[in-house]
Every structure is written in C-alpha cells, then in structure tokens.
C-alpha cells in the first residue's frame, strides 16, 4: 500500500520561506503524475502545484513566481519550495501521487493516493 508522508509544514510571517517534503514508500519513477493541494478552513481543496515524471510542471496562478514544484525519484521525494508567503496561504498542505492522471487534471483533486497532511500558518 502507498504512502504518502508530508513534512516541513509550520508558522511564519509574511514574506517568510517554507520548503515542504513529502516522502513515498514506494518509487516515485511509478508515479506520472505528482502534486500539492491545499485547503483553508471552509473552502474546498485547492491544487497548488503538480510536475510530472519529466518534470513538467503545472503551477496555479495565485502562487506563480513565488512556489516552485520538484520532485527527485531517486530520493522518492516531492518538494514544494514556498517564497514570500502570504497570509491567504494559510493551510493544510496535501501531497497527491497518481500512476495515469493526464496533465490535464494535474491541479484536479483526482489522484489516487494522498497524504495526511501539514499545517501552514502565514501571520501578517
């Protein structure tokens, strides 16, 4: 069974950095596709974030310029670099891997394996 653990999550201020991790145990070179969602207290998952097994990259607007996704097979480790955050960043953070997902549906809450979780706190 997949699994997907999250790291790096915490409290900051504004303009502050964040580097979240998300560990596989499994390989990472199965995954095609592999993302970052978010979701703020009453709202829906947002996706923020996916990169594909060639490191295409899919990027919400909001965070464009300020986020940046990667991921390294060889560590099984996806990674969402986080630049000048805001306070509407404010979340828990979600790891999402899938094995067919087209890139269509990258920042689509439509993966198959997920982790649990971590919170970011932006304070102004």
């Not at 070179?29 to 978010?38: C, I, L, P, T, V």
């Not at 899919?58 to 805001?86: E, I, P």
């Not at 999402?96 to 549906?105: G, I």
Request: glycine content about 10%.
């Amino acid at each position: 069974q997949v699994q997907l653990v999250e790291s790096g999550g915490g409290s900051v201020e504004a303009g502050g950095s964040l580097t979240l991790s998300c560990e596989a145990s499994t390989s990472t070179y199965d995954f095609y596709a592999m993302g970052w969602f978010r979701q703020a207290p009453g709202m829906e998952r947002e996706g923020v974030a996916a990169i594909g097994r060639l490191s295409t990259t899919r990027v919400t607007d909001s965070v464009k310029g300020r986020f940046t996704v990667s991921r390294d097979d060889a560590k099984n480790t996806l990674y969402l670099q986080m630049n000048n955050l805001k306070p509407e960043d404010t979340a828990v953070y979600y790891c999402a891997a899938d094995h067919f997902l087209p890139s269509q549906s990258w920042l689509l809450p439509k993966y198959t394996y997920w982790g649990q979780g971590t919170q970011v706190t932006v304070s102004s």
